[in-house]
């Protein structure tokens, strides 16, 4: 049977829907070597609206270097990542990568493993540590090539907000944004969650990324768009649902895109040939259900004073946390700890600030908070 719906990873094709003046805007940078920030929070979008934009370019324009730091730690690390993206992804066959390596890089040693994993077999790894010579080097390869090719180049990062959590990130950053700026054909597009740490590389004049691109802030999906992508696929799989089930599936998780399908798939599983709403009263107990564990370590080191706040924003309270109401509704102590307690929370990515409001970043974490 063909999948009924996917979430969790990145989508295309017939699972993705919507995401129209984005790819537009997205696209336009890209064809205009104009650098983008592109932020939301988790699982909303941000990968399958690269890939798909990417995908749909004109290849004859420019060449596109997908890479993902995510399990980078270290500034050296994130060049290794970003050197095998870029020395794969523009060459057209083993001897160029081999030419680009030696000629490009000069004095670094490349060496080649052969990996099990068949999607990607080839890891090149560069005999360099912490070298600031070599990092250089390195991100200067992509100006490099696209000289030498006469192209331009896109360089996609993903998770993007990693970079933050480097030991000593802002001198990195201060590096990447003087090396990065000077390179007249090569844009970068970067994108990741945790607005709060996105934000902090460039929201004032003082952080290196300040005023380095244009910024998109990835919307929900609007529910036209869901209706039509969620009944069709009801209907393709020889099931009906209604309109207003289907609103009530995505009101239920706030538009989250990764719950919107999790949740329309336990509701297909449930339901026999029509949707009734006890399939959906289902579907969302198992949706918290899946994700109890998650949330108990996730809340475990949180204060009670912030468990307090939580259960707040879960509550519906969106801002005024300083009022005298709410800090008494919610025993926040007084308005600078109200203030601290939002600011921690923030921080830790729990929530986030959606024109000046604050928003669970989970929003299931907010149906388990008031069970
Ligand atoms: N355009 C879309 N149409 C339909 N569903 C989508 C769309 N974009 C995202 N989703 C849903 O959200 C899930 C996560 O998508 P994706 O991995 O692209 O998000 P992300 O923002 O990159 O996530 P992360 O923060 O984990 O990197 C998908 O598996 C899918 O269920
Ligand atoms: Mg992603």
Redesign the pocket.
């Known amino acids: 049977m063909d999948q009924v719906?996917?979430?969790?990873?990145?989508?295309d094709d017939e699972?993705?829907?919507?995401?129209e003046a984005e790819s537009v805007r997205l696209k336009a940078n890209f064809e205009s070597g104009i650098n983008t920030f592109i932020i939301?929070?988790?699982?909303?979008?941000?990968?399958?609206?690269v890939?798909?934009v990417i995908r749909e370019s004109d290849k004859n324009g420019a060449i596109y270097v997908f890479a993902d730091v995510?399990k980078t730690k270290t500034p050296y690390e994130f060049c290794e990542t970003l050197g095998n993206a870029i020395l794969k992804q523009t060459s057209s066959a083993f001897e160029e990568l081999v030419s680009n390596a030696q000629k490009l890089l000069g004095r670094i040693h490349v060496g080649v493993n052969l990996s099990p994993d068949q999607a990607n077999p080839l890891k090149l790894r560069f005999g360099i540590e912490d070298d600031h010579k070599s990092i250089e080097d390195i991100l200067m390869l992509p100006q490099r090539i696209a000289e030498k090719k006469k192209t331009a180049i896109v360089v996609c990062i993903?998770?993007f907000q990693q970079i933050a959590d480097y030991e000593d990130s802002l001198t990195f950053q201060k590096e990447l944004r003087t090396i990065w700026q000077h390179q007249s054909n090569v844009s970068y597009c970067l994108?990741?969650?945790k607005r709060h740490m996105m934000e902090g590389l460039f929201d004032d004049e003082t952080k290196p990324f300040y005023k380095f691109g244009d910024i998109l802030y990835?919307k929900r999906?609007p529910l036209s768009?869901w209706i039509a992508?969620i009944s069709k696929r009801f209907s393709s799989a020889g099931k009906t649902i209604t309109d207003e089930q289907i609103e009530r599936i995505c009101t239920t998780v706030d538009y989250?895109?990764?719950y919107?399908?999790?949740l329309s798939w336990y509701v297909y599983l449930f339901s026999d040939k029509k949707v009734t709403e006890e399939d959906i009263d289902k579907g969302i107990k198992e949706l918290i259900d899946q994700n109890t564990a998650l949330f108990e370590s996730r809340t475990e080191g949180l204060s009670p004073l912030q468990m307090r706040m939580l259960l707040a924003v879960s509550e519906g309270i969106h801002d005024g946390f300083s009022s005298s109401g709410v800090i008494k509704k919610y025993k926040l102590g007084s308005s600078a700890a109200a203030i601290a307690t939002k600011k921690a929370l923030l921080e830790k990515g729990l929530v986030f600030n959606e024109d000046k409001r604050i928003q669970l970043s989970d929003p299931v974490l907010g149906l388990w908070m008031i069970l």
């Open positions: 719906f996917t979430f969790g990873k990145p989508v699972m993705f829907t919507d995401r939301s929070p988790r699982r909303w979008g941000k990968t399958s609206l890939k798909k995510f993903d998770e994108f990741g969650s990835l999906i768009y992508f989250h895109s990764s919107v399908q999790q």
